[in-house]
């Protein structure tokens, strides 16, 4: 499986309008998509709201999957947001304001093929930032005990998504989709619409909690005996003459699109939902019997691994590649002198950052009691060499670096994550936090070896002007 792929970012070319009715609360409403800038992914904007709040498309912020994936910030609140990011993830959009006067999209006819064709006719545009990608590697799984509902991803090539729905009735059985590449959802997964059993629908009514619904925006399977009292209500709620049942099983004035539309459907919600983790994956996800509880449990899972991971994520750096700096350029800008110069390489080197190298070997005079038998380089020499390829960052910013001296002033959070022992190769790659100030420096470091993070500590520390008598 190859790792090299690489695109870029995509966003719309102009922002496109829909007009329609949410299907939980009835409120008309209209819907913009706007362009959004590189890395800024899918947000939700009520317009409608003091303020204009924003919801960024985060499972974290999603509080309730009752009829929909419902998301909520500081008290806003989006209703039903799978369909339209199903939508955005199937055209690969990256970064998308989505601006809104009433707290639900608009239902439409129940699927996400208005949202495409509507970001379609706006056009998509590359931008200049690489697509974030989440590489899937091991089986990563969820599963609800109560209902038995279990998504899973394996890795594989590209983006790939199956369902498999079984609700134990007779009208609907057990129907099967699949999605090989997400090029094929505007044809085959995005006119596929929600669906709902009778049973639902006659609570739902009772509730007032269906108002937008009608029969062209979703699929009625009628899993019980429709009495008369259920037929006069739903032609009040439908606003029809009359209703009847078709002989397979659905309410009248609509005809299915597919056999396995309700798969395809829940396919569709996947799809939706998985977009709350914030990063494209590239992986094969299989999920038995899916619904916005389980799909959105499974997208803070994924998410919290990738942030994990993310953090300690080995850079890939060419050992072998002729160094920016080699130890005799280091010696002119560092005053630090063997047995305590710790750093041989520089790889790296810009304004915010700088990528060095240490290679460790068993003639460091620090194994000799450290540990005999045992050599470990001790963690205070592994933040000291860090922190001497930050001074190469920091001593970068003055003409007369050999004039000058760094002390350290303050270190934070440091971790040690694994030891590092003879024959290991240590590489560094320091950030700065803030841009450096009086000769301050706040750093960010990481030191790698054996493709780990082996260590890491926030530091900062001051270059000082050696007086020349």
């Not at 129940?110 to 056009?123: D, R, T």
């Not at 930032?129 to 969820?142: F, G, L, N, P, T």
């Not at 009772?206 to 009495?227: C, F, P, Q, R, T």
């Amino acid at each position: 499986m190859s790792d090299v792929r690489v695109a870029k970012q995509r966003t719309i070319a102009k922002e496109v309008t829909l007009q329609g009715v949410g299907l939980h609360t009835g409120l008309e409403v209209t819907m913009t998509f706007k362009p959004a800038s590189e890395n800024h992914g899918y947000a939700f904007r009520r317009i409608d709201l003091e303020g204009c709040p924003v919801i960024e498309a985060d499972a974290n912020y999603v509080v309730n999957t009752q009829r929909g994936t419902n998301l909520e910030k500081k008290g806003v609140k989006i209703h039903t947001s799978e369909h339209v990011l199903a939508a955005l993830v199937g055209l690969e959009i990256d970064n998308v304001l989505i601006e809104l006067n009433a707290p639900e999209p608009p239902i439409m006819d129940g699927s996400s093929k208005f949202f495409v064709e509507a970001l379609q006719s706006a056009g998509i545009v590359e931008q200049e930032a690489e697509r974030e990608e989440y590489i899937v590697k091991d089986v990563i799984s969820y599963m609800d005990e109560e209902t038995g509902s279990e998504i899973t991803v394996i890795p594989a090539d590209e983006y790939q998504v199956t369902t498999m729905v079984d609700f134990g009735t007779k009208v609907l059985g057990t129907q099967n989709a699949t999605l090989k590449q997400l090029s094929q959802f505007g044809k085959e997964i995005s006119n596929a619409r929600t669906f709902s059993f009778l049973h639902e629908i006659e609570t739902l009514l009772e509730h007032g909690l269906i108002k937008g619904g009608d029969l062209n925006n979703a699929i009625v399977y009628v899993d019980k005996e429709l009495s008369q009292d259920t037929m006069e209500r739903l032609k009040v709620a439908f606003n029809k003459e009359s209703i009847s049942v078709k002989p397979n099983g659905i309410l009248d004035n609509l005809t299915l699109h597919y056999p396995n539309e309700a798969a395809r459907h829940k396919l569709l919600d996947v799809i939706g939902d998985l977009a709350l983790v914030g990063t494209r994956i590239r992986g094969k996800v299989i999920a038995n019997k899916p619904g916005h509880f389980v799909n959105t449990q499974f997208a803070k899972k994924l998410s919290k691994i990738i942030k994990i991971e993310k953090r300690n994520k080995v850079p890939k750096y060419d050992l072998n590649q002729a160094p920016l700096m080699d130890v005799v350029d280091i010696m002119k800008k560092l005053p630090h002198r063997p047995p305590f110069l710790l750093v041989d390489k520089i790889l790296e080197l810009s304004e915010s950052h700088v990528v060095g190298v240490k290679n460790v070997t068993m003639n460091e005079p620090f194994f000799v009691g450290h540990f005999p038998g045992a050599p470990v380089m001790p963690g205070v020499l592994q933040v000291e060499a860090m922190a001497q390829a930050g001074g190469i960052l920091v001593l970068s910013t003055v003409p007369d670096p050999e004039n000058y001296l760094t002390f350290f002033m303050k270190i934070d959070n440091v971790k040690f994550k694994q030891q590092v022992r003879p024959g290991d190769t240590l590489v560094f790659k320091l950030e700065l936090v803030s841009p450096i100030r009086r000769g301050i420096c706040h750093m960010q470091g990481y030191a790698y070896a054996n493709g780990k993070l082996a260590t890491e500590a926030e530091m900062m520390a001051q270059i000082v002007k050696v007086k020349n008598d």
